[in-house]
Structure formats: C-alpha cells, structure tokens
C-alpha cells in the first residue's frame, strides 16, 4: 500500500474508532486504552500531564495490535496488563511495554462447550483476596481463573444471555454479573452458588421498556449497588434488595463507579455525570466521545492522578480535577 493511501485508510480507522477499554500501569505513570481494532495505545501520563507537555505528549508512546477483533476488557496486576476481546484472553508484561517491548507473556481460553464457540469477553474483575481473575461474556457464564497457574478454577452459570459487567464485593467473597437478559446475580466465589437474584426490569422505577431490560453497568459499595443500561441508573440495598434512588438520566448508562461521597457515571451522551447518592445530579461534565464506554481512575499514583473517559471517538479525556476536562490523549 502506497504511504497516501495508508494515510487515508489510517483517517478513515480513526473517524470510526471507539475505544472500549482503559486500565492504569502499576507505577501509575501509563495509561493502556484498548479500541474496536485490536489495537492497544500506551500513553505516557506523566509526559502528558508535565508542565513541559507538548502534543507529541499526548500521543502513545507505543501501540501494538493485540487481538484480531476488539479489545473488549482490560485489567492491571502488579506485573502484567490483562486484556481479552473474541473468546480470549491475553497478557503482556508491563516491564516489557514500558520498554516498547510488546511480546505476549501468555494466552488462555475459557473452557467453552464447544469448539466452534469464540464469544467475547467484556468484563474482567480480579479478585485480589486469592490472585484470581473474573471473566465474563457472550456464552452467558462467569468464570474464575487462577492466576498463578493459569487454570479455570470455577463457573457461574444462570444468566440466559451475555453478561455486560462485572463487580466485587469488597466485604464478602461474593460477585455480582449484570446481563442482557435483565438480570443482576450475585455468587457466592467459595461455593459457586447463586445466592441472589435481582430482576431490575421488573421494579416499575426503574424499567424502561422502551430501552430494553439489558443491564451494562454496575458497581458495588458495601451493601450497596448501582446499576444501569436499559433500565435507569438506580441505587440498590443489596440487603433489603430494595431500590432506594432512581437517577434522572435519560440516556442508557454504559459504566459506573463510586468515587468518594458521589457516584460518576456515562453512556449514550458526551457527559461524565456527577451523581449524589440522594438522586441529585451535582454535575454533567462535557466529553469528547459522543457516547462513552469507560471510565478510569489513576489511584495508584498520586502525582499522576485523573479521570479518564474513553468512547466512541480516537480521543480519550483526561479531566485533572475531574470538573473539566484537560485535555484529550489521541490514538495516531
């Protein structure tokens, strides 16, 4: 291909690029966004956020094709960047990307009923307490791989369609799985039992027939959750399994996650949503990505620390003090 023509071709992926995925480094100096051509982008946060920043700073440091379809999920370990898109799951050694080395460390499959299935996966969740990985996706189940041999260790099944998202909770060895059929289950990790089963469509305030009873988002706070696709976003005691907030979003929600006393959120608008926990909105901030499918937070490092929004569009916002946004990292 003639360099005008690959020049073109290049103009053409970027106008239609949607990002689907972020995860922070260890060190939190790098930022991996993974989009719908298989390609992970490392960017340099630390150059980008420098008083001395220049364009080239917001551009990626390097970038590697990873899968041969999208790069639906990805999670950081304190050594490698996990990432999964059609039926499989990756891992590339930090130490090596830093270095602009992108050799994959290892691959694995979940054990698929049948050979001829390659469903993606669009959730991974590790689960710190006993180095384990959750992964979830299109054949409908949850799975638990161990992360120091490598082995499928469990499987959830229950949900009768894809499962969208993934959340721990924090104080009880239990995951909750939102799907598309509506349903939000929660698992007991030790004995792979169900042990809850929340059919969000069917509460009257939060169902939305008009936009489908799929459930894209959710997170999880002690006894509390939220939760949001086609229902509204709604705030949920697990205990009780009473919803207590219904947010007044119009729009399908596509992440969600707590952040201190608030909940942020965003979906199918250009809006980072700045949620109180009473149902009021304390802020809508504007994006770059026309709808957005996630959202990160750099705890890791404190010097480097921001919000990061990604979506459909070649650019991710980086909002410093997460009221306005800084300035966007960009895919070449």
């Known amino acids: 291909m003639a360099p005008g023509e690959r020049d073109a071709q290049r103009a053409l992926e970027l106008l239609h690029m949607t990002v689907f995925s972020q995860s922070v480094s260890p060190c939190g100096k790098y930022l991996a966004a993974g989009n719908?051509?298989?390609?992970?982008?490392?960017?340099?946060?630390?150059?980008?956020?420098?008083?001395?920043?220049k364009e080239e700073s917001k551009k990626p440091v390097v970038s590697f094709t990873a899968h041969d379809g999208p790069v639906y999920a990805m999670v950081s370990t304190e050594r490698q960047l996990l990432s999964s898109g059609n039926g499989e799951l990756k891992a590339w050694n930090w130490s090596d990307i830093v270095k602009k080395g992108c050799k994959e460390a290892w691959s694995r499959r979940p054990p698929y009923r049948s050979s001829l299935e390659v469903p993606e996966i669009n959730s991974l969740q590790l689960n710190p307490k006993d180095n384990s990985l959750l992964l979830a996706g299109g054949d409908c189940a949850v799975h638990a791989m161990d992360l120091e041999s490598g082995a499928f260790t469990q499987e959830f099944r229950g949900h009768s369609d894809y499962v969208h998202c993934l959340a721990l909770r924090d104080q009880a060895q239990e995951c909750l799985s939102g799907s598309e059929d509506g349903t939000v289950r929660m698992w007991d990790l030790r004995t792979g039992a169900q042990v809850q089963l929340i059919e969000v469509h069917k509460y009257e305030e939060c169902s939305r027939p008009q936009l489908g009873k799929w459930i894209r988002c959710l997170a999880t706070?002690?006894?509390w959750m939220v939760c949001g696709g086609g229902p509204a976003l709604t705030l949920w005691h697990l205990r009780s399994v009473t919803p207590t907030t219904v947010f007044p979003l119009p729009h399908c929600q596509?992440?969600?996650?707590f952040y201190q006393d608030l909940i942020l959120s965003a979906g199918h608008s250009p809006a980072i949503n700045h949620l109180q926990i009473s149902g009021e909105i304390r802020a809508q901030i504007p994006c770059t990505p026309r709808s957005?499918?996630?959202?990160?937070?750099?705890?890791?490092?404190p010097e480097h620390k921001v919000l990061t929004a990604a979506g459909s569009s070649h650019k991710v916002d980086v909002f410093t003090n997460f009221s306005y946004r800084a300035f966007s990292l960009c895919f070449a």
């Not at 390609?39 to 420098?50: G, K, M, T, V």
């Not at 957005?292 to 490092?301: A, D, G, I, P």
């Open 36 to 53: 719908n051509y298989g390609e992970i982008a490392i960017f340099s946060l630390s150059a980008a956020l420098s008083s001395e920043a």
């Open 221 to 223: 706070d002690c006894d």
């Open 254 to 257: 596509q992440h969600v996650m």
């Open 292 to 301: 957005v499918h996630s959202l990160c937070v750099n705890e890791r490092s």
